[in-house]
């Protein structure tokens, strides 16, 4: 009982920092807001448009695809049993941003919405394709894992490969654009791109969270899992397809953000152990808090500058997984 007490007080903790976050995040930037100008809108209409439809889409998208983030690495490396699991070790991610790569070279002829979320689209498409491709390959290994993680990473190094090539043959324009996109950005934020991101990823979390249990008892093993009543290979797809959305939709929203996705389930872990009802949680609100955090210093660091947001993460999480990686010995087991 005092496990779960103090587990409690662990994410009520880390909510009420994400709205705190939030709020000061929602007025940082070239233009200083100020919380009694915004409630009384006393200020100049353009500080009032300022926040309502550029600071707080983008604040709301930080907080979806860092959860979304931290979400699919803490449900793979549960499904694969070992906390250094990622889902970009799967190509999920690189999959994603091959089908973006090539939606900036070759432009399909889309109109209305599909033509304003083509890259979403795309990217979609591509992480769930990788993910299906994953689950066939590894169906004769009789469901062995480490066969799976063999055959992810080898789909990482060929979309990679191919993203090369790409990069090479475009010209200029597409050169830059899929750059800076590559590098993770939310400066496109807006409330339509919102909308979209929350249909997918608030569902897709919400399901994870209902699979919290399921994902516990796979930790047995599948021999065991089968004889508790589990459908062993109906649920490691559906893992597989659950974190392929979510991975799929932050790549398309904001381009490639590492590390989120491996350093927040570890530090969850840490703090609120191993059993998924409360690292899932945990993930959502430590994912979010992570990645506000980020992008806030990216919009803020070089003002009016901006630095690409996965650089601020690629700089925190680099040196994190190469300490993780000298105490392997040390981590517990998901």
Not at 62 to 76: F, K, N
Not at 151 to 167: H, K, P, Q, Y
Not at 308 to 320: A, C, H, K, Q, R
Request: positive net charge.
């Amino acid at each position: 009982m005092n496990s779960r007490i103090s587990q409690r007080y662990w994410l009520v903790a880390m909510l009420m920092a994400l709205v705190i976050l939030t709020l000061f995040a929602a007025n940082l930037g070239p233009v200083k807001l100020s919380f009694y100008t915004l409630l009384t809108r006393s200020g100049e209409e353009g500080s009032w448009h300022i926040w309502l439809n550029i600071r707080l889409p983008r604040v709301l998208l930080a907080t979806l695809i860092g959860a979304a983030l931290a979400v699919s690495g803490a449900i793979m490396q549960g499904l694969f049993r070992n906390p250094l699991a990622d889902p970009g070790l799967l190509g999920i991610s690189t999959g994603a941003a091959l089908c973006v790569a090539l939606a900036i070279l070759f432009p399909l002829p889309l109109t209305g919405v599909l033509k304003l979320y083509g890259h979403t689209l795309a990217a979609f498409g591509g992480s769930i394709a990788v993910c299906c491709l994953l689950y066939a390959l590894s169906k004769t290994g009789h469901g062995n894992l480490t066969r799976l993680l063999l055959t992810g990473i080898a789909l990482n190094a060929l979309a990679g490969a191919a993203i090369g090539v790409i990069s090479y043959i475009s010209d200029d324009q597409q050169l830059r654009q899929f750059s800076l996109w590559s590098m993770g950005s939310l400066g496109q934020a807006q409330w339509s791109t919102l909308i979209i991101a929350a249909s997918l990823i608030l569902p897709a979390i919400a399901i994870g969270l209902r699979l919290s249990r399921l994902l516990n008892i796979l930790q047995l093993g599948d021999e065991e899992a089968h004889y508790l009543g589990v459908n062993v290979e109906s649920v490691k797809l559906g893992l597989l397809m659950l974190s392929a959305l979510l991975i799929g939709t932050a790549v398309a929203m904001s381009g490639i953000i590492g590390f989120i996705g491996l350093v927040i389930p570890h530090l969850i872990r840490l703090q609120l152990g191993s059993d998924h009802r409360w690292l899932l949680p945990g993930s959502v609100l430590g994912g979010a808090c992570l990645l506000l955090l980020a992008d806030t210093l990216a919009r803020t660091l070089a003002s009016p500058a901006e630095i690409p947001v996965g650089l601020i993460t690629s700089l925190l999480g680099g040196p994190y997984f190469l300490w993780l990686i000298l105490r392997q010995r040390e981590i517990p087991r998901a």
